[in-house]
């Protein structure tokens, strides 16, 4: 079996398995838990217990159904939109997907708080004559959904390779001798960066031999506090008599 990480039609990422090799960029129809979508070969992965079964290569019918469910989609999100308003209901919508067998309409959007959606979503399955599902999503999956660029340059992780949004900590910035500052490490979603969560493992074995900071230590060169450390080169800078003097951790060990 071959292992694969797929795009969806919702712009969400997944992994598929199928028993022959296929080349990146070959779209395929997958079997979901929303039932059978349309997605494109990213790139090849490794097992996982999320996979799901690759259906078939996509034909040109099947192109041409995602083709027209995307129409259908993009009229349900104006719809959506205007029928929310007339209700009152203040809901930010993201996107809108209709799986391929046309079984199930996703709409997903932002709130600040909890909506009553019912009315809603009985008034849209009469238009579309699916089932309906409204998924509310926060501020990191609205950044996901809506994509753009990081602080680095880079289109954002999380639209272009995260299969999930995992819990980062302010602990995180912490760990790595971050400046607090939350220009410097919140990202667009106005949450901590999630590439911060990417090198705290290895920011964590560095500081095992490094002393902290403002802690008294003693030196070849006499007893001083620590002023400052260098994780990543392993030094740290210490304070003996009023004059700075830097340590390299591996010769003081």
């Known amino acids: 079996m071959f292992y694969y990480n797929i795009r969806l039609s919702d712009n969400n990422l997944t992994i ?16 979901t838990e929303r039932g059978m979508q349309y997605g494109k070969i990213i790139s090849v992965s490794k097992k996982s217990d999320k996979e799901n079964k690759i259906l078939r290569l996509a034909t040109s019918e099947d192109t041409d159904n995602y083709l027209a469910n995307l129409k259908i989609a993009k009229e349900a999100l104006i ?3 205007k029928e929310a308003n007339n ?14 067998d046309k079984k199930q309409l996703l709409l997903i959007y932002y709130a600040e708080e909890r909506i009553d959606f019912r009315q809603l979503a009985k008034k849209l399955a009469s238009l579309y004559k699916t089932r309906i599902e409204l998924h509310q999503i926060g501020t990191r999956d609205k950044a996901k959904h809506i994509s753009g660029c990081g602080l680095c ?17 302010m602990s ?10 939350p220009t410097k490490i919140n990202g667009v979603c106005g949450r901590l960066l999630c590439c911060l969560a990417y090198e705290d493992e290895n920011y964590s074995l560095c500081r095992k031999n490094l002393p902290k900071i403002n802690e008294v230590v003693k030196t070849e060169f ?15 800078t210490v304070e003996i008599d009023g004059s700075p003097i830097e340590i390299e951790c591996n010769a003081n060990n």
């Open 16 to 31: 598929g398995v199928y028993e022959k090799e296929i080349n990146n960029n070959t779209s395929v129809v997958i079997e």
């Open 79 to 81: 719809s959506a939109k």
């Open 87 to 100: 209700l009152n209901l203040k809901m930010n919508f993201i996107a809108a997907d209709l799986t391929l």
């Open 153 to 169: 340059g880079e289109k954002l992780c999380c639209s272009r390779f995260l299969n999930q949004l995992n819990s980062v900590s």
């Open 172 to 181: 995180m910035a912490k760990n790595q001798n971050l400046a607090l500052n």
């Open 222 to 236: 006499g007893e001083g506090k620590v002023t400052n450390i260098d994780i990543l080169n392993q030094k740290y």
